[in-house]
C-alpha cells in the first residue's frame, strides 16, 4: 500500500472553508484515496473517497491532483462539530474488501 | 449510527483474565474487521474475517483471537489480559463489492 503523509494539526474558524492536505506520491493506479475523521473516542466515520476525478458530497469535496500524488479534503463550511481527526489513506476496494490501515492524521480544531 | 453494534460497551476485568467482545455487523455485510486503539495511539489494525474465513491479519497478538459466525457476526476473545491491553476496540463490516466500511462505537476494555 502506498503511504500518505499529512500535517499533524490544523486550525480553522468557524464558517470557514477548511482544506486538509493529504500527499501520496507512491500511489498505485488502482488505489482510491479514501477519507475517514474520528471525533474523539467514536468510531471513525467515512467521509469520501475518490480515484482520479473531484467527488463532492455532503459532507465535504475530494480534490485530487491531475497525477494523483496529493489531494485535499475540503470541508466548506466548518462548524464546531467537525473538530476531529482525519486520517487520509489510499486502498484497492475488491470484494472481500481490504482493511483501513490508519496513519497518525490530521487533527482539525475548528474555533468560533 | 453506523448500523454495526459492539457489545459491551464498557468492561472493566483483572489482569490475567479472559474477556470476549461481540460485534454484529450491518445487515448484509460479510467483512468484519477489529482494531485496537490505546489510550493516545492511532488506530492499530488487527484482524479481518471475511464470510467466515480468515481474511488479513495485522498486529494482532497470539493472547488474541477471532472468529466470525454463520450469522457473520463476530467475537474477538482477549486472554491473559495485561494492563497494556485497556482499549478501545472497535469493529468495523463493509459489504461485498463495497468500498467503504462502517464503524461500531467501540467497546472500552480497562485491565486493572
Known amino acids: 500500500d502506498a503511504k500518505t503523509t499529512q500535517p499533524p494539526s490544523m486550525d480553522c474558524a468557524e464558517g470557514r472553508a477548511a482544506n486538509l492536505p493529504c500527499n501520496h506520491s507512491?500511489?498505485?493506479?488502482?488505489?482510491?484515496v479514501y477519507w475517514y475523521r474520528q471525533i474523539h473516542s467514536q468510531g471513525p466515520q467515512y467521509i469520501i473517497h475518490?480515484?482520479?476525478n473531484n467527488e463532492t458530497n455532503e459532507m465535504a469535496s475530494l480534490i485530487i491532483t491531475e497525477d494523483r500524488k496529493s489531494s485535499t479534503l475540503i470541508l466548506p463550511h466548518a462548524t464546531l462539530r467537525d473538530t476531529a481527526v482525519y486520517y487520509c489513506f489510499v486502498r484497492v476496494p475488491n470484494q472481500a474488501g481490504t482493511a483501513l490501515i490508519f496513519g497518525k492524521g490530521t487533527t482539525l480544531s475548528v474555533s468560533s | 449510527d453506523s448500523g454495526v453494534t459492539q457489545t459491551p460497551k464498557h468492561l472493566i476485568t483483572a489482569t490475567g483474565q479472559r474477556v470476549t467482545l461481540r460485534c454484529s455487523p450491518r445487515s448484509g455485510d460479510l467483512s468484519v474487521y477489529w482494531y485496537q486503539q490505546s489510550l493516545d495511539q492511532g488506530l492499530q489494525f488487527l484482524i479481518q474475517?471475511?464470510?467466515?474465513?480468515?481474511?488479513a491479519k495485522g498486529n494482532i497478538l497470539e493472547r488474541f483471537s477471532a472468529q466470525q459466525f454463520p450469522d457473520l457476526h463476530s467475537e474477538l476473545n482477549l486472554s491473559s489480559l495485561e494492563l497494556g491491553d485497556s482499549a478501545l476496540y472497535f469493529c468495523a463490516s463493509s459489504y461485498v463489492g463495497g468500498t467503504e466500511a462502517f464503524f461500531g462505537q467501540g467497546t472500552r476494555l480497562t485491565v486493572v
Open positions: 474475517y471475511y464470510n467466515g474465513e480468515e481474511r
Open positions: 475518490g480515484l482520479k
Open positions: 507512491t500511489i498505485s493506479g488502482n488505489e482510491y
